[in-house]
């Protein structure tokens, strides 16, 4: 078939290796226009259009999809099927019904659950054991259209939203190649989601990333691994602003008030409403990441100090 992919971070880029790979005709990529980035704050092309960029594939970059001019060239192109990973922006009724078959969208959850925009950390976030990825005729709807197609992926103890990711986002390319496949042969059959189940994804801000201590010792671990890497868990000492990497709840420790810290030879403990936990990475802000226990020696911390 012709396509031409709709999709714009890092995540995007296993599934648009798969389709070069396969046997259908990529002749277009369609991503967020370049943006502001590092700290010099230039405009960047993103990772989905920088890679169209290195084979010579035509690259769109419309500030919204609705644009007329943007919807001619969608016409002119004439794309049998629009796969969709993490495009990042609403698509009208005018573009959805340019290809014959629509836009197919990869989405990382087993639809019904967790639609939106996180996905991924809202299922580490709130403890599920299993997740998986869903690909399904795009609508108007936030993710309700008829599922092609699913797989399933245990989310392990120590996985981080980056972690779990990785994997369905190199699971959900054969998956997604394999759908349009069958649309091709036309054996591909899309089956309307459940009524029931249904849960809610909307992005992480910031505030969700600061470490609750007075959360239970399972709680504190699932928010810093789902805010892992972004937005990225943080808290505060001495009123300035640290980034937290995942910690490791311990059962047979001294109990400590929430936040509490306490140093010992090899490990920093960090106080909960249950067990304390055991700090990973420290990154204090201008700095780069460190072993809490390099942290902690630098810093001189004085018996009872606690994070805010």
Known sequence: MRLIFAGTPAVTLPALDALAASGHDLVAVVTRPDAPAGRGRQL?????????????????????????????????????????????????????????????????????????????????????????????????????????????????????????????????????VAVLDAIEAGTARAHPQPADGVSAAPKLTVEDARVRWGDPSFAVDRRIRACTPAPGAWTTLRGDRLKLGPVRPVANAAPLKPGELLVERTQVLAGTATTPVVLGEIRAAGKKPMAATDWARGLRLTAGETFE
């Open 44 to 176: 960047m092309r993103s990772p989905a259009g920088a890679w169209a960029d290195e084979r010579g594939i035509e690259v769109l970059t419309p500030a919204r999809p609705r644009e007329p001019e943007f919807l001619d060239r969608l016409r002119e192109l004439a794309p049998d099927c629009v796969p969709v990973v993490a495009y990042g922006a609403l698509v009208p009724p005018a573009a959805l019904e340019i290809p014959r078959h629509g836009w197919v969208n990869l989405h990382f959850s087993l639809l019904p659950a967790w639609r939106g925009a996180a996905p991924v950390q809202h299922a580490v976030l709130h403890g599920d054991e299993v997740t998986g990825a869903s690909v399904f005729q795009l609508e108007q709807g936030l993710d309700t259209g008829p599922v092609y197609g699913t797989l399933t992926e245990d989310i392990r103890p120590s996985d981080t939203s980056g972690d779990l990711l990785e994997r369905l986002a190199t699971e959900g390319a054969g998956l997604l």
